[in-house]
């Protein structure tokens, strides 16, 4: 049962015919960016070079970074008035990396949604919930026009209040929710509280992404709703989610080839690893009009499964992400570096040398963040109101970065572990 079977299970060969077709229309594309042509000239790459899947490498990485330098429009390569829509990552500092759609790169966006939904069980006649942020956020409005175009009624719910989005399952017979596991981990709490049996609900599956969770969160939850989870990628720099998504067999994670092509390399030395090994995985768009984006690194480590899936789809399957390259993350649904909340605080002067970030998660299992904050004691002189006016000067200014309340401890100066080398500053708790 598949919602485009000749896509779904074409023939490998057939399938990297049409990705090298596409990857070489997407470099052609590219170059038409004020971003792409400055870099394939500073090194005197041609489109026309890439004649063979494998010239892919000789095509440099694109980052975060080079996303926040091309900032805003650097990227596109169609006309200004193309695009009919922006969306952003999650993070919130300073530079976002804002991606372009044209009307077709939605349409393609919603139909790879629809793909994912049906391969996971979904059908027209299911009801499906929206529980994740709408907005710049891609989750929302990516998830929202899947299962719109796929026929299924959505109810745009959006994240948070509890008690609201359990009555709308209740009175619209939802079955199907698109929800962070976290958030799926406190309504079962709340439910518990509310003596309400969470597979009472009627609900059929619950699609899970947008932050890490193990297999075992995987395995709690599935016990605490009795249906199946299936896990959900995406990343907003390609497009958000329809990226990559769970088929029925439940092991990893289908990639839509035809859409991306998928690499996997030693972060450290930009390689590519066997498949099995575990690496980064780097992805390139060559379906996509407004933003072609050319071997982006992720920074999400995961692997390559070396045999095809049982469920007959021919597209590569990717494991659980286990962690990331990079030191991003991930809290209440957003993207944040340690770097950031460090710029913050050592700009406010009764702030001393040394802090740490602690994550844990609550008892209704929300996340929580504390920054430890050592005080500069030539500046402090030692009143208590002193002391809650910097705790509440850091507090905001924290929020005001990265949008996410923090708790702050002060403590007197020397009371953190001294840095030995390479400082521990995060230290999360959370069992994910
Ligand atoms: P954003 O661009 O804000 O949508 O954030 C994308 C990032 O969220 C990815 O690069 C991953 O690090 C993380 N992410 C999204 N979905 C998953 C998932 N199913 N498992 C683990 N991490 C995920
Ligand atoms: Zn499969």
């Given at each position: 049962m598949y919602y485009d079977k000749a896509i779904e299970t074409m023939k490998r060969e057939d399938l990297k015919k049409l990705q090298l077709e596409r990857l070489q229309k997407t470099v052609h594309a590219a170059y038409q960016s004020p971003f792409y042509k400055k870099r394939f000239d500073s090194i005197g790459l041609?489109?026309?070079?890439?004649?063979?899947?494998?010239?892919?490498?000789k095509i440099p990485f694109t980052t975060k970074d080079d996303l926040r330098a091309a900032?805003?429009?650097?990227?596109?390569?169609?006309?200004?008035?193309?695009?009919v829509r922006i969306h952003s990552s999650s993070g919130t500092t300073g530079r976002a990396t804002v991606i372009f759609f044209t009307k077709k790169d939605i349409d393609v966006w919603a139909d790879l949604m629809g793909r994912c939904l049906y391969m996971a069980?979904?059908?027209?006649?299911d009801v499906f919930q929206n529980m994740v942020s709408y907005g710049?956020?891609?989750?929302g409005l990516g998830f929202h026009y899947g299962a719109e175009r796929f026929g299924s009624m959505v109810?745009?719910?959006?994240?948070?209040n509890t008690a609201k989005q359990i009555t709308l399952i209740k009175d619209f017979g939802t079955t199907y929710l698109h929800i962070t596991p976290s958030y799926a981990l406190h309504i079962a709490y709340e439910l518990e509280q509310m003596k309400?049996?969470?597979?009472?609900?009627?609900?059929?599956?619950l699609f899970c992404g947008a932050e890490p969770y193990s297999e075992s969160t995987r395995k709690k939850l599935e016990e605490i709703y009795r249906i199946p989870v299936f896990n959900s990628y995406g990343l907003s720099e390609m497009n958000?989610?329809?990226?990559g998504f769970e088929c029925q067999e439940k092991e990893d994670i289908h990639i839509w080839e035809d859409n991306y092509i998928v690499e996997i390399i030693d972060?450290?030395?930009g390689e590519a690893v066997l498949p099995g090994e575990r690496g980064e995985l780097v992805l390139t768009t060559i379906?996509?009009?407004a933003m072609p984006i050319l071997?982006?690194?992720?920074?999400d480590l995961t692997f390559l499964h070396k045999d095809l899936c049982?469920?007959?789809?021919?597209h590569a399957k990717i494991g659980r992400?286990?962690?990331?390259?990079?030191d991003m993350l991930i809290v209440r649904g957003v993207n944040l570096f340690p770097s950031q909340i460090e710029a913050v605080i050592m700009e406010?002067?009764?702030?001393?040398n040394n802090y740490q970030i602690v994550i844990d998660r609550s008892d209704e299992h929300l996340d929580r963040l504390t920054v430890k904050v050592e005080i500069d004691n030539k500046v402090f002189h030692g009143e208590l109101k002193d002391l809650k006016m910097i705790q509440k000067k850091i507090k905001h200014a924290i929020k005001e970065e990265i949008m996410i309340q923090p708790e702050i401890e002060l403590l007197e100066p020397n009371t953190l572990p001294p840095s030995?080398?390479?400082?521990?500053?995060v230290i999360d708790l959370r069992n994910i």
């Open positions: 041609k489109p026309k070079d890439i004649r063979t899947l494998e010239d892919i490498y900032y805003p429009d650097l990227m596109l390569a169609v006309p200004k008035n193309q695009p069980g979904m059908r027209p006649d710049l956020f891609t989750g109810i745009p719910a959006g994240g948070g309400i049996p969470a597979s009472s609900l009627g609900l059929k599956g958000g989610p329809g990226v972060p450290q030395t379906n996509r009009e071997r982006y690194r992720t920074k049982k469920c007959g789809r021919t992400i286990i962690g990331r390259s990079d406010i002067p009764e702030v001393g030995e080398g390479k400082a521990k500053r």
